[in-house]
């Protein structure tokens, strides 16, 4: 059986798309906050995978996403002020996003992750704040989910990477072990 370490509705979503028969486990690894964001990113998802009870021949992925802006890990916010910050921070700015997973079997723990360069475009006062009401915002890393359709933006690399599992190079790296 595979197992997805993930509460997240969008990773559920990303991962239907390679895998259709998978479990939702959650996972209450502590995470990091590094100054690196790939060691952030790669080491959170090897501990959310290491932290789940798994049966012979069971795999489980694990993900996290991070938002990068000139040298700054932008989080989840934790609370609506902060996101709105977070927001005002990336309007018509180019900013990262980086996603690491891990696969882990009986055998090994596979780790990678993909980097996306996003550009946002300017935004006011008013639509920031409008978009924060919606809720939306609170659980995603930079307190923007780029499928809202609230963001207007550009993007160089993986959209699913910037939803929070880059599904092109996991797909590669299943393969890769045989599955």
Known sequence: MIY???????????????IPDFRIVGSDAEEIA??????TVTQNAIRKAS?????RGDTVI?????VW???RLLLKPRSESEALAMLKSLAGRTHFVYTGYA???DSAT????????VYIHPMTERQIADYVATGSPMDKAGAYGIQDGFIKYDL?????NVMGLPVEKLRNSLSLIGL
């Not at 932290?51 to 049966?55: L, S, T």
């Not at 694990?62 to 991070?66: C, H, K």
């Open 4 to 18: 997805l370490a993930s509460a997240s509705p969008r990773r559920r979503e990303l991962l239907k798309e390679i």
């Open 110 to 117: 596979v780790a990678d992750f993909d980097c996306s360069e």
């Open 69 to 71: 802006l000139e040298g």
């Open 62 to 66: 694990a993900a996290d996403t991070v």
């Open 156 to 160: 160089k690399g993986s959209f699913s």
């Open 103 to 105: 696969i882990r079997t």
């Open 34 to 39: 590094d100054a690196d964001p790939v060691f």
């Open 51 to 55: 932290a789940v009870g798994c049966g």
